[in-house]
């Protein structure tokens, strides 16, 4: 079946610009996670979402981020004003419940020049 | 979050079997211990979980200490396509993942 997707796959911004990245989640997840992955270092934590309630936005590194999920399914990661250090791997996962196994989608390439 | 310990590299030989260990001395009763993989340029995938017993599933086992201060993922015959790190994760119930380091695999011909 279908996989959690992902896009852009690839996204270069220049600092200062704002991006939008979209996740669609496997039909019929109720939960949706967001993660960021510096290079070489393991996925931290960003934001959590059960259907369309953001239940933890504890790991957000700044009021910059800002995500959504309006309708419980497709879900949008917004960073305004990007500077150098947001450039990371932002991943999306999503789960039949919070505590359920976790599926990851490929991942959105994001270069701030 | 009950924090893990891993070596940060391996290496081993196709068809050899491989185990990754993980040491967790802080863990509680009731955590969970996971673990997930992330092949180069993709997402991490699910491996394997386990509270107490040890448990096989069709990618691998995972052998649990008696106290559960430590356990051992176990793949049986490494392939190439296992080259990736291996993230041992303590699951304290809460639903976000807490990703260490890993233990990156490398798997020779």
């Known amino acids: 079946g279908a996989g959690v997707s992902q896009s852009p796959r690839y996204k270069v911004a220049k600092r200062g610009q704002d991006v939008a990245l979209r996740c669609d989640p496997i039909?019929?997840?109720?939960?949706l996670f967001w993660y960021q992955q510096a290079l070489g270092q393991g996925p931290e934590f960003l934001t959590y979402?059960?259907?369309?309630?953001?239940?933890?936005k504890s790991g957000l590194p700044s009021d910059r981020f800002f995500a959504e999920r309006p309708e419980g399914s497709v879900s949008t990661l917004k960073i305004q004003r990007t500077q150098q250090e947001d450039s990371a791997v932002y991943l999306c996962?999503?789960?039949?419940?919070?505590?359920?196994?976790?599926?990851f989608g490929p991942g959105t390439r994001l270069l701030v020049l | 979050d009950a924090k893990t310990t891993q070596p940060n590299s391996m290496e081993s030989n196709e068809e050899e079997p491989v185990h990754l260990p993980c040491n967790h001395s802080?863990?509680?009763?009731?955590?969970?211990i996971h673990w997930y993989r992330q092949l180069p340029s993709q997402g991490p995938e699910y491996v394997i979980h386990?509270?107490?017993s040890n448990v096989n599933n069709r990618m691998a086992s995972l052998a649990i200490a008696e106290d559960r201060k430590s356990s051992t993922l176990i793949l049986h015959r490494a392939t190439l396509r296992d080259a990736a790190v291996y993230y041992c994760?303590?699951?304290?119930?809460?639903?976000?993942?807490?990703f260490g380091q890993g233990t990156r695999l490398t798997i020779n011909p």
């Open positions: 996962a999503s789960s039949l419940a919070g505590w359920e196994t976790q599926y």
């Open positions: 039909s019929g997840h109720v939960s």
């Open positions: 979402f059960q259907n369309e309630a953001q239940l933890d």
């Open positions: 802080t863990i509680s009763g009731t955590d969970y």
């Open positions: 386990g509270l107490t």
């Open positions: 994760i303590i699951r304290q119930g809460a639903q976000k993942l807490v």
